[in-house]
């Protein structure tokens, strides 16, 4: 039994870092008055990216710099289309979702001859309790909330996040900080996707990111865009993780057992996040 309490423990510790990971950069992207419904996709090029990277160098750290490269990328694309082009911010998100999966299938196809998995790449060996990733997404948890409530950018950030239109008339650079602000979001993404294929595996499997960047949209509006509430919100979502995956094989469908996390995801976006609002620009551009 202790055994077993202590595999949900590391289990949901570790199920919890691409959460937490993925829902920092939406809270960057949203308090910066940009949705972020492109979470998936920037983790899925994330954790394609990563593996690329791993399999042509040889070395993982240099796997978990292209996984945020690649997030990156994407982030600055639903930035262009969004801020640059003011496309509908939910249809950017959404397409860039399902561009994503589109391409590293394509990918896989022309680099391996394979459109389900990679081959098995280097990956990162945990430490005794977690993952160096892990003590990463602690950092950035402490890091972002003090640069969003303790520096001038944070406070520049916010401002524009509520009110582009004043912010613009006070002399700030709307355009240029909403560019960070997604951008951020698209590399803290794509390090969680890359977690998940160098560190939580050794390879990239189609739709590998599976849902989780939809959940981190999840986590942030319950953390009321808070990155400190952020982290304690996503053990919630870690543990129903780390619960599927513990009891399966106690005679209960796998199936079933699947649809646990998701089932949590609803309920907490039926009941939980009523009365919690976004920034109120978000979805605004500064000359509206």
């Not at 640059?84 to 999966?101: A, D, E, F, H, M």
């Not at 609803?266 to 605004?284: Q, S």
Request: aromatic share 10%; charged share 10%.
């Amino acid at each position: 039994m202790m055994n077993q309490f202590m595999s949900i423990v590391t289990s949901t510790l570790s199920m919890s870092v691409p959460l937490v990971l993925a829902a920092l950069g939406g809270v960057l992207s949203v308090r910066s008055g940009v949705m972020a419904l492109g979470l998936e996709s920037m983790m899925t090029m994330g954790a394609f990216c990563g593996v690329l990277g791993s399999y042509y160098t040889g070395n993982v750290f240099a796997g978990l710099l292209t996984g945020m490269a690649g997030g990156a990328l994407f982030g600055l694309a639903h930035a262009v289309l969004c801020v640059r082009y003011k496309v509908n911010q939910v249809i950017s998100g959404i397409g860039l979702n399902l561009l994503s999966v589109a391409a590293t299938t394509l990918l896989m196809q022309l680099l391996w001859d394979n459109k389900g998995s990679s081959p098995q790449v280097a990956s990162i060996n945990a430490g005794v309790f977690a993952s160096p990733i892990t003590y990463i997404m602690l950092f950035a948890v402490i890091a972002e909330y003090v640069v969003l409530f303790k520096t001038r950018f944070g406070l520049r950030l916010r401002m524009v996040g509520e009110n582009p239109k004043a912010a613009v008339s006070v002399g700030l650079a709307v355009h240029k900080i909403k560019y960070i602000g997604v951008i951020a979001c698209g590399v803290l993404a794509g390090l969680g996707g890359a977690y998940l294929s160098i560190d939580h595996l050794d390879m990239y499997v189609r739709d590998m990111s599976a849902g989780r960047g939809y959940i981190a949209v999840a986590i942030m509006i319950l953390a009321k865009y808070n990155p400190v509430m952020v982290l304690f919100c996503a053990l919630i979502f870690g543990f129903s993780d780390a619960v599927q995956i513990n009891f399966q094989g106690y005679g209960v469908p796998p199936q079933i057992m699947a649809m646990i996390p998701y089932v949590v995801t609803l309920f907490v976006l039926a009941f939980g996040v009523r009365h919690i609002t976004p920034p109120a620009g978000v979805g605004k551009h500064d000359d509206e």
